[in-house]
């Protein structure tokens, strides 16, 4: 098996030589954020929005030393020296405020932050995009910014745990009647021919693939309006799909014990995954 190498402080190493301080306040405190990019054939998805959103993240959470262009380069040479330039692969970044003693308040400016990247080869699971998933409901329980992709998931750890032991695909969260997301997508709903999803607010993340289905919707003429979907209007959805850079455009056939339109993919979901995989095709995908 060939040794997977990795990103770590401004240095390409073998994954088992990486060490990780206890001190570091991504392990103690969470303090830290992340992205997760998909690549087809070598090259990077929509990687300019996910670094910008990187850094946006970087930016609310007030950490800093970290030139986030710089790594849109050290991406690629990732994929390059593990080999996956074919085929579909994974990569995950991570930037934590850094090593320091443990005190709640921000260590003394001029600490580094911990920089760490790494790829992987990524296996669709094409079955469940012809066929549909199943997903959960769950009470949202997360913090209110929702927004910053940090690396304290604990609650979207346990709602996907749920979701597992359910046989799901993944947990929906409700907060006040409200259906916000996923656990690790967006979820997207049509109600009497119009699409709806969650508008952009502190309780969603803005997923990356969720902006691609929105323009794709105003390039097939499909109406898409971020709105609120309030729990009890999802048994009246004509169809649900849920959707996130590996995950990719999933429809939803069953909600807890209840089926999602005559229980199979529907004609706009249907019509969004050939539209995305031309898109992926035209990146070089």
Known sequence: MQQRIVYFNGRFLPKEQVHISPDDRGFLFGDGVYEVLHAYSGRLFKAEEHFRRLGRSLSELRIGGVEVESLHEVAGELL????LEEGQASLYVQVTRGVAPRKHAFPEPGTPPTVYLSASP????PEKWEQGVKVILVP???WARCDIK???????????????EQGAEEAIFVRDGVVTEGAHTNLLAVL???????????????????????????ELGIPAHELPIRQEELQAAEELFIVGTTTEIAPVVQVEGW???????????RALQRAFREVVASSGG
């Open 122 to 125: 990524f296996r669709p699971a």
């Open 80 to 83: 390059r020296c593990n080999g």
């Open 192 to 218: 009497d021919g119009r699409l709806l999803t969650h508008p952009l607010d502190h309780h969603i993340l803005p997923g990356i693939t969720r902006a691609v289905v929105l323009d794709l919707c105003r």
């Open 259 to 269: 089926r999602v339109g005559d229980g199979r993919p529907g004609p706009i979901t």
């Open 150 to 164: 940090a690396v304290s998931l604990l609650p979207n750890v346990l709602a996907s745990q749920q979701a597992r």
């Open 140 to 142: 949202d329980t997360r």
